[in-house]
């Protein structure tokens, strides 16, 4: 079945559009949660949350991408799930991979006041379209999967050098993109 069949089943209220929604994007939906959270009770969780979020938000909503529609769903579910299982105490993994965007991504209220979090992503998309294929193919893998180093590599047969240079690389021309567009603090 096919995306837009599946939404037509959420937009008639169809049960049916869970089961279909897991038989195509539930291997994916497990995967996003499984690199935020570690707990497979946890993961499951974050999993049938995410169809449930699914079933509340179409309608209204109307995906262009299903997989990226419900890939944010279960990312955002899974990180508020860390958060509150580890509110002092962080997973490494996530926690690297958000510190290595603090410096790009702006802190000061004043900035965060004037765009939306939605003219931010649009803004980040536009710049991952300025990037050849491996590297915004390495920094969605690392920034939005939460993928290890390790994990990077072996996926697409890079040494360790190559992924954290790439990495620091498009760190700093997202730095420098977000600066020309007035969404990063340029007095770091």
């Not at 539930?26 to 499984?34: K, T």
Request: overall charge negative; glycine content about 2%; hydrophobic content about 35%.
């Amino acid at each position: 079945m096919d995306d837009n069949e599946i939404i037509r089943l959420y937009w008639q209220r169809s049960e049916s559009a869970i089961s279909e929604t897991a038989v195509r994007y539930g291997r994916l939906i497990y995967h996003v949660a499984s690199h935020i959270l570690r707990s497979p009770e946890d993961i499951e969780e974050c999993v049938n949350d995410t169809y449930l979020g699914a079933w509340q938000a179409i309608p209204p909503a109307k995906p262009q991408i299903l997989s990226s529609f419900l890939c944010r769903i279960s990312r955002n579910l899974a990180i508020k799930k860390h958060d509150y299982i580890h509110a002092a105490k962080r997973n490494p993994s996530v926690s690297i991979s958000l510190t290595e965007l603090e410096d790009v991504l702006a802190a000061d209220d004043s900035i965060d006041d004037r765009y939306s979090d939605e003219e931010l992503a649009d803004c980040i998309n536009q710049f991952l379209e300025t990037l050849n294929l491996d590297q915004r193919n390495v920094f969605i893998r690392r920034y939005w999967y939460f993928e290890s180093i390790k994990e990077i590599m072996m996926r697409y047969k890079m040494s360790q050098s190559k992924v954290e240079s790439m990495l620091f690389r498009t760190r700093g021309k997202l730095r420098l993109y977000l600066e020309k567009r007035g969404y990063s603090d340029e007095s770091k």
